[in-house]
């Protein structure tokens, strides 16, 4: 901006202290608006002008920073992110600047703001419920005697042997997880499967019913995203992606439609989600509905209209959790009746409810990346292991920077380690649990 060499301080304004509801900068382009541009919520404004101009430069020169800046995004708050949510949550985090801040801590101001038919359900049967893009999500139970809630430690915190029985429950039974937090979108048009070929890494399915995993690539071969693309009709397709980036990905999507004839629609809101899976889920499934289950039937990463009991699902063949599962996707106003027929039915299975943090250690061990962690705008399917989702004979966004990588090693590759804590770690040395960005 080369005015502002000649233009001068008009005046000068000592005033509040500019705090976001988490505490952190909000940058970059304003979803929903046009060449509109955020940068603001600075604590330290001199301390961080270098960078975040450095940032905001290029986000406007071209289209993206060089660095993932998604935990500072602005689009990480949405229409949920009320004046009272604001008001009360910064006036929470402001004081705990300097404290200690435990890994895993949750907030406990600006709590219930979006809540599923079972909340409270799930609040009676032990529920620790943590929040995501302001969604009330089940973090762990807590078993029958046990004080449902976090006690924070730098060592194993007082949840840690409950979540280790949910996931052993799903490893050997089957568990139920309360996933309708998950960003949901419909994209429909004439041009609806040339358009996501365009953002996508992968080949778009070509009959209804299939399904397909893909990344959104920038220029550089970075992962802006993964989703969960399912084809309900020629001109119509149904997405699902990471909760905390539902802002980024709309932005994303609508940043890149062009001229392609296709509308946007966010429908988060629209459909619950509930998760079945263990090696018991096929039986279980098989008692709630006369659908058939079986793998010739009903492939992994296929999807399926069917009914469990009264209630219309769409079913997708297909398990965070690395585990034989599906996902029922179905009108939120369905939610409770799903759930009930499903616990009955799951009773003499073994079901066990189990919680995110479950779900995240399942998807650790089975390999399973997530985005934030080990896919951001810096890494790239090479790195992540992930090329086997990276069509090589259709062009996309990033495909040329892939194709360029395809003949030479890349400069880091991802690595799964398995850390025997109990056999080489005393107790006065636990492991310290990584705090990831979505529950700083």
Same mark, same amino acid.
């Given at each position: 901006?080369?005015?502002?060499?000649?233009?001068?301080?008009?005046?000068?304004?000592?005033?509040?202290i500019s705090l976001a509801p988490d505490a952190r900068p909000m940058?970059?382009?304003?979803?929903?608006?046009?060449?509109?541009?955020?940068?603001?919520?600075?604590?330290?404004?001199?301390?961080?002008?270098?960078?975040?101009?450095?940032?905001?430069?290029?986000?406007?020169?071209?289209?993206?920073?060089?660095?993932?800046?998604?935990?500072?995004?602005?689009?990480?708050?949405?229409?949920?992110?009320?004046?009272?949510?604001?008001?009360?949550?910064?006036?929470?985090?402001?004081?705990?600047?300097?404290?200690?801040?435990?890994?895993?801590?949750?907030?406990?101001?600006?709590?219930?703001?979006?809540?599923?038919?079972?909340?409270?359900?799930?609040?009676?049967?032990?529920?620790?419920?943590?929040?995501?893009?302001?969604?009330?999500?089940?973090?762990?139970?807590?078993?029958?005697?046990?004080?449902?809630?976090?006690?924070?430690?730098?060592?194993?915190?007082?949840?840690?042997?409950?979540?280790?029985?949910?996931?052993?429950?799903?490893?050997?039974?089957?568990?139920?997880?309360?996933?309708?937090?998950?960003?949901?979108?419909?994209?429909?048009?004439?041009?609806?499967?040339?358009?996501?070929?365009?953002?996508?890494?992968?080949?778009?399915?070509?009959?209804?019913?299939?399904?397909?995993?893909?990344?959104?690539?920038?220029?550089?071969?970075?992962?802006?995203?993964?989703?969960?693309?399912?084809?309900?009709?020629?001109d119509c397709y149904y997405l699902v992606g990471a909760t905390i980036?539902?802002?980024?990905?709309?932005?994303?999507?609508?940043?890149?439609?062009?001229?392609?004839?296709?509308?946007?629609?966010?429908?988060?809101?629209?459909?619950?989600?509930?998760?079945?899976?263990?090696?018991?889920?096929?039986?279980?499934?098989?008692?709630?509905?006369?659908?058939?289950?079986?793998?010739?039937?009903?492939?992994?990463?296929?999807?399926?209209?069917?009914?469990?009991?009264?209630?219309?699902c769409r079913a997708l063949r297909v398990s965070y959790a690395g585990?034989?599962?599906? +996902?029922?996707?179905?009108?939120?106003?369905?939610?409770?009746?799903?759930?009930?027929?499903?616990?009955?039915?799951?009773?003499?299975?073994?079901?066990?409810?189990?919680?995110?943090?479950?779900?995240?250690?399942?998807?650790? +061990?089975?390999?399973?990346?997530?985005?934030?962690?080990?896919?951001?705008?810096?890494?790239?399917?090479?790195?992540?292991?992930?090329?086997?989702?990276?069509?090589?004979?259709?062009?996309?966004?990033?495909?040329?920077?892939?194709?360029?990588?395809?003949?030479?090693?890349?400069?880091?590759?991802?690595?799964?380690?398995?850390?025997?804590?109990?056999?080489?770690?005393?107790?006065?040395?636990?492991?310290?649990?990584?705090?990831?960005?979505?529950?700083?």
């Amino acid at each position: 901006m080369p005015a502002l060499a000649e233009t001068g301080i008009k005046r000068i304004v000592n005033g509040a202290i500019s705090l976001a509801p988490d505490a952190r900068p909000m940058i970059g382009p304003l979803p929903g608006v046009p060449d509109f541009y955020v940068a603001c919520g600075f604590l330290g404004g001199i301390a961080q002008a270098g960078g975040i101009g450095l940032a905001m430069s290029q986000w406007m020169l071209n289209g993206e920073p060089e660095m993932d800046l998604s935990f500072i995004d602005v689009a990480r708050f949405d229409d949920w992110t009320t004046r009272e949510f604001a008001r009360e949550r910064t006036c929470e985090v402001f004081p705990r600047r300097y404290e200690i801040i435990y890994p895993q801590a949750e907030r406990e101001t600006g709590r219930g703001l979006r809540t599923t038919p079972i909340y409270e359900e799930l609040l009676a049967r032990g529920a620790v419920m943590g929040q995501a893009y302001g969604w009330e999500r089940p973090l762990w139970f807590a078993p029958e005697g046990i004080a449902a809630q976090d006690e924070p430690s730098f060592k194993r915190p007082n949840w840690w042997p409950h979540v280790g029985g949910e996931c052993r429950g799903v490893a050997q039974r089957v568990g139920l997880v309360e996933m309708s937090s998950y960003a949901k979108f419909l994209v429909e048009g004439d041009a609806a499967r040339a358009f996501l070929d365009h953002v996508g890494s992968n080949r778009v399915p070509s009959t209804d019913g299939g399904m397909a995993l893909s990344l959104m690539l920038n220029e550089r071969g970075g992962i802006v995203g993964d989703f969960t693309v399912c084809r309900l009709a020629a001109d119509c397709y149904y997405l699902v992606g990471a909760t905390i980036d539902e802002g980024i990905y709309r932005r994303w999507l609508q940043d890149h439609a062009g001229d392609y004839n296709v509308e946007i629609s966010v429908v988060t809101d629209r459909y619950a989600v509930l998760g079945i899976t263990g090696p018991n889920s096929r039986a279980l499934l098989r008692d709630s509905s006369s659908a058939d289950f079986s793998t010739t039937a009903f492939p992994f990463m296929s999807m399926r209209e069917i009914e469990i009991g009264p209630v219309a699902c769409r079913a997708l063949r297909v398990s965070y959790a690395g585990e034989l599962g599906w +996902e029922l996707h179905c009108a939120m106003a369905d939610e409770a009746a799903l759930f009930d027929r499903l616990f009955s039915a799951g009773e003499q299975y073994g079901l066990r409810l189990i919680g995110s943090r479950a779900l995240g250690n399942l998807r650790l +061990e089975k390999g399973y990346r997530s985005w934030g962690a080990e896919m951001t705008t810096e890494v790239t399917p090479r790195a992540a292991g992930l090329e086997r989702f990276c069509a090589t004979d259709k062009n996309y966004i990033g495909s040329a920077a892939l194709d360029a990588q395809r003949h030479s090693a890349p400069p880091r590759v991802l690595a799964t380690l398995a850390v025997d804590c109990d056999r080489y770690l005393s107790d006065r040395f636990s492991a310290i649990l990584i705090p990831t960005r979505s529950n700083i």
